[in-house]
């Protein structure tokens, strides 16, 4: 290759390339950067100002109930992601691997999407008919004589924001799973078989770790919607339970840039954690 070919090759790179940057600079880098300097700004009561101070940092970490929702989100983001892994990898092993016919398999897909088909709003507070005190849940229990009184804790409360956000996101963690079971070559499990291995064996050896990287892409995606949460534990536990994202809209809502900033990076830095923690258990360049 000539210098003036390469040369030439190098500005068609930079043409391609440019637009995306760009882009990635004016909608992602830039905004990131300015949540980062308006954490720093004096906040008071009344009004805020940009001169640089690590006032609202301190607020956040010396106040119990911010280090509460941090720590509230954290943990209610761990169990949603492990309800929905144990209810999501059934359900997509069965999709993507049990079922033989490619048809009945994405009418099985689209079934799990239909409840998107509507508002989100919608679907959240859908369960507070389902599981309040007079709900059908407790009017089924009543009924069918395993309980005599009504459960109070369904609703209002962590577990109804725990029921109502693995109900909503756990078909993001069946859809990435299926598509890579759905990749799986039958004969290698067929090979396998023959060899005299039994479910258990070819699954460990086999399905799940071909399987994850659709696990990683699922974790990835239902992690990020967690962690953001803001409006199912407002519907759901009647503002007893207190995550980030509901602080960034109590503080939006008063004026307070700094602490709904500070908030912001914090959740930001969280996300990066989780996000890149994720993508060291699998290469999915190379996998996908």
Known sequence: MTATSRIRQKKTTFRLLAPGVVWMILFLIAPIMMIVYVSFWTQTTFAINSSLTLDSW???FASEAYVGALW???RLWLIVLTLTFVIGYPAALYVGLMVKSKTISTVLL???????WTSFLIRVLAWRPMLGKEGAINIILLKAGIIHTPIEVLLFSELSVIIGMTQIYVVFMVGPIAFMLGRIDHNIIEAARDLGAGFG????????????PGVV???IFVSV??????????????????????????????????????VGVILTILLGIVVAGFLRIVDLKREI
């Open 225 to 262: 919607m967690v962690l953001g949460e803001f409006a199912t534990s407002g519907a759901l536990s009647g503002r007893k339970v207190n995550l980030l994202g509901n602080i960034i809209v109590t503080q939006v809502g008063s004026l307070k840039w700094a602490m709904a900033s500070v």
């Open 201 to 212: 064996r070819i699954f460990w050896k086999i399905i799940f770790p071909l399987s994850l």
């Open 110 to 116: 689209v079934l799990c999407v239909i409840p998107f």
């Open 72 to 74: 509230t989100t954290i």
């Open 58 to 60: 301190k607020n956040f």
């Open 217 to 219: 892409v699922g974790a």
